[in-house]
């Protein structure tokens, strides 16, 4: 477990300038010092100690939406986004092995949450600040556990321009203040991080001698977005594939053949674009019949690709209603910002397709708004997603 020596260091050397430039893994060190608060309380099996700190997020992710989404004006969205989150095939996983995506996805989560809430408030209430300084906390903290959450940062800022636009002249006056707070709120956990890191990742990660000679630091990758946009289409398909039964029926044959020319031209890139995860398995297992394999790939990306425009055409249909629906829009701007952050991501570091995880929320928020029906088919594909998950977590076991 790759992850453990950092658990392990912040357990008995303390929380230190020095033990945090010290730190080894991708993600930042706030999700590694909940596990190590834990491994100090009970030192007996550090690895159990830390799967039970990570399942103890999982649980408070699962309360604290079903507390706390009552009280907010879309419930049923915020239902919906941790519905989607819990059956993501990588929630089990990311528990078993450790990871950093239950205690980022609390914090995340209910930080957008509060955030939403608070911004996109009809009228100012003095009482609702401490929501929205909470929510930024909240997002803050995320991002020193995952910086990939640092997307919500624009997000937050754009989403509040285009809430604080709608309101009358009287009342933007009234809000720029209460704006301001909740947004910087965010800002000093990431600084601090900054500060002793000298950057976005800990000086073993920018310098490559990190685990498994991974390196990741800031600067333009034009190919990384292509492929995170890949996976966001690819995982988004379970969600959102009833969008096919809407697409006019004068465009289907145009779609069709979008679809069937993207999967064969994806064939050609097929080395670059999968990344480690289930799907680059399932498409291993066929290595030893190229022929299969690559159409197997083709029609897996071909589908992905029909689904996509399927849901574009669907999105612009219901554009008014939607955009309408501010839980919605943020969701949308977060989605964009993360795949626009993979710009600024350069090394050696793949994109794991787990990392879509970190947008569960959001991809959850925006299919049911687009199609909010849960249907038995889809009922049905997102049991499957969920089994694919105790799959994943116990074919080692046996």
Known sequence: ??????????????????????????????AYLWMALAVRMFPAN??????????????????????????????????????????????????????????????ATLGTLMWVEFLSLPTFDLDREPVGVAGGVLIGLAITCRQYFLALLPAGLVFALLQWRKRSAQAR????????????????????????WKGLSSPNMASGISYHNWKSTVGANFWRPIVTTFYIALYSLPLTFPAMRH?????????LLVAVLGGFAAVHFMSALLQPGPFN????ILSRT??????FFATIVGATVYNLVAVVLL?????????????????????????????????????????????????GITAFALLPKLSTPRLLVLGASSALGQYMLWRYAF
């Open 281 to 284: 398995s399932v498409v291993g």
């Open 315 to 363: 999105f612009w249909e219901k554009r008014t209603i939607l955009f309408s629906s501010p839980p919605v829009v943020f969701s949308i701007l977060a989605i964009i910002f993360f795949v626009a952050e993979q710009f600024g991501i350069q090394g050696n570091l793949p994109f794991y397709d787990r990392y879509v995880i970190q947008l569960a929320p959001f991809l």
């Open 173 to 196: 006056s009234l809000w720029v203040l209460p704006i301001l707070l909740s947004l910087a709120a965010s800002i000093p956990p990431v600084l601090l991080l900054v500060a002793v």
């Open 247 to 255: 697409v006019p029926r004068e465009q289907r044959w145009r779609t």
């Open 46 to 107: 550090e690895l159990r100690s830390a799967r039970a700190s990570i399942l103890v997020c999982w649980l408070l992710l699962g309360a604290g939406i079903l507390a706390a989404a009552r009280y907010t004006r879309f419930p049923s969205f915020w239902y919906s986004a941790l519905f989607v989150t819990l059956a993501f095939p990588h929630a089990l996983i990311a528990t078993a092995l450790v990871m950093t995506d239950g205690p980022a996805l609390l914090l």
């Open 290 to 295: 190229p022929r299969v394999q690559s159409l």
């Open 1 to 30: 477990m790759y992850h453990l020596p950092d658990v392990h260091r912040y357990a008995h050397e303390g929380v230190t300038a020095n033990s945090i430039r010290a730190h080894i893994n991708a993600p930042g060190p706030t």
